[in-house]
């Protein structure tokens, strides 16, 4: 599907994963490669879209056109997507961010001594989801998440759309070995206006052009 229907939109998507620090070598992390991101972004650009893709540790070529932005943390992350979201017309988080970061970060690597550590005491980050879809910079922003579910996945999913106040919410079930890093990816799209959209195992570009899809069609007629 190369029909240029997303032109003249601007879209932002956030791939990868957030990385908290603890010290200056180490961090609290999660297994998001960031494919799923950059698929979206790939695709969006091919349907014509301006994109603005916000890369959280993503080691993968930047997609062609695409205006990439890199950050480390969640709260880099949230920084970069309200500043990108001012002006955009659909902002998909695909980025796997992390609920919490540590309180302290330690300027100088941790040592390892004869007592036994102390706990990692955490603080909550943003719900950068939550945040955008309440603010919505301009009037009909499109806003998608994505949520990643190990079991009941529909119903998890539907509480999650609710609480967050996206427009969509893309949810698939997970597993150590499911998703993470893998070049394919089956999911539902579920819609607040009721819609449930199921996308076959397939590339994660598959998935990405089904998303754009519902995207479009919330859009409407394109403008002018
Ligand atoms: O609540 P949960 O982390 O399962 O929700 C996943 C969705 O919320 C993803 O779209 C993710 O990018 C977004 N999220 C966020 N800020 C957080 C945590 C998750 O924007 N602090």
Redesign the pocket.
């Known amino acids: 599907n190369q029909a240029p229907d997303l032109a003249g939109r601007h879209i932002v998507v956030?791939a990868g994963g957030t990385r908290e620090p603890l010290d200056p070598v180490r961090f609290l992390g999660n297994r998001s490669s960031g494919k799923q991101g950059y698929a979206l972004a790939r695709t969006a650009l091919a349907r014509g879209a301006r994109v603005t893709l916000i890369a959280a540790n993503v080691g993968l070529p930047d997609p062609a056109g695409a205006d990439v932005v890199p950050v480390g943390t969640?709260v880099e992350?949230?920084e970069a997507?309200v500043k990108a979201a001012a002006d955009a017309d659909c902002v998909v988080?695909?980025?796997?961010?992390?609920?919490f970061r540590p309180v302290a970060y330690a300027g100088g690597k941790i040592k390892k001594t004869d007592a036994e550590p102390d706990p990692v005491a955490l603080v909550?980050?943003?719900?950068?989801?939550?945040?955008?879809s309440r603010e919505r910079a301009r009037p009909g922003q499109i806003v998608?998440?994505?949520?990643?579910?190990t079991d009941d996945v529909l119903a998890h999913g539907r509480a999650?759309l609710a609480?967050?106040g996206?427009d969509l919410?893309v949810v698939n079930e997970v597993g150590e070995t499911r998703t993470f890093g893998a070049d394919g990816n089956e999911a539902v799209i579920l819609g607040a206006d009721g819609g449930e959209a199921p996308v076959p195992f397939g590339p994660k570009e598959d998935l990405a052009d089904a998303v754009w899809d519902r995207v479009a069609a919330l859009f409407g007629p394109p403008a002018g």
């Open positions: 956030s969640a992350l949230r997507v988080m695909a980025a796997a961010v992390a609920d909550k980050n943003p719900d950068i989801l939550a945040e955008i998608v998440g994505f949520a990643a579910e999650k609480r967050k996206c919410l």
